[in-house]
């Protein structure tokens, strides 16, 4: 029998990992896609996440979004240095976080 501190670690890596191929595949489409904005794509993924595992893999998720979606302007030829760019960053970050908190708190709330 394994005991619930080896569990829980198993379980947080295997979730840390199906969460990045995820993000990369979607990183990848948003490379191919261009201008077109798939950030619902991103948001479907992170409510996923969020409710089947928990806040802080949602939280590691954002982060993996913001690196894909930079690394795909990169790759796109956007201007990534301007102040437009770093405040839309920022938008999207505060965006998922709001989003994240919000279904961490639905399902704790709904699972009292």
Do not use: P
Not at 2 to 7: E, L, P, W
Not at 26 to 50: H, M, R
Not at 79 to 87: A, Q
Request: proline share 0%; with cysteine; charged share 15%.
């Amino acid at each position: 029998m394994r005991d619930s501190g080896t569990y829980r670690r198993s379980y947080f890596i295997k979730a840390l990992i199906l969460t990045t191929i995820i993000v990369s595949i979607l990183g990848y489409v948003d490379f191919i896609t261009g201008e077109i904005s798939i950030d619902i794509l991103y948001i479907f993924c992170l409510c996923a996440v969020t409710w089947y595992t928990n806040r802080l893999i949602g939280m590691i998720c954002i982060l993996e979004f913001i690196l894909a979606k930079t690394t795909a302007d990169y790759y796109d030829q956007v201007k990534i240095g301007s102040h437009l760019y770093e405040w839309n960053t920022f938008n999207y970050v505060v965006m998922y976080v709001v989003i994240c908190l919000c279904v961490g708190k639905l399902k704790k709330s709904l699972y009292r």
